[in-house]
């Protein structure tokens, strides 16, 4: 089974930006379209976004349409969340996942394989 590792969370003013990477395991990385989720304390998993295999297609939630930017680095096995304008309310742990188990790409169930998490904390 891949292993997925996030970082690249941490604090930061309302208004700023940070970078998350998730990088996998598995060789087969660059065959897998790879999901972004997040979850606020006593809140559901929340769809962040998602991106294609080839890095050709990108999805984002309402939420983030505009501040966030997925891509890819298939040659280095890495998935990145580009996270900018951030506001408080996008204080959350965020995961990445891959192995989609088909469904709505939107649905947590939709995904077999997930990370550890990363905090991100907006101040405002």
């Known amino acids: 089974q891949v292993q997925l590792v996030e970082s690249g969370g941490g604090l930061v003013q309302a208004g700023g930006s940070l970078r998350l990477s998730c990088a996998a395991s598995?060789?087969?990385?660059?065959?897998?379209?790879m999901g972004w989720f997040r979850q606020a304390p006593g809140k559901e998993r929340e769809f962040v976004g998602f991106i294609s295999w080839s890095g050709g297609f990108t999805y984002y939630a309402d939420s983030v349409k505009g501040r966030f930017t997925i891509s890819r680095d298939n040659a280095k096995n890495t998935v990145y969340l580009e996270m900018n304008s951030l506001k408080p309310e996008d204080t959350a742990v965020y995961y990445c996942?891959?192995?989609?188990?088909?469904?709505?790409?939107?649905?947590?169930?939709?995904?077999?394989?997930w990370g550890q998490g990363t905090q991100v904390t907006v101040s405002s």
């Open positions: 996942a891959t192995d989609s188990r088909g469904g709505v790409y939107y649905s947590a169930a939709s995904w077999g394989s």
């Open positions: 598995r060789r087969t990385f660059s065959n897998s379209a």
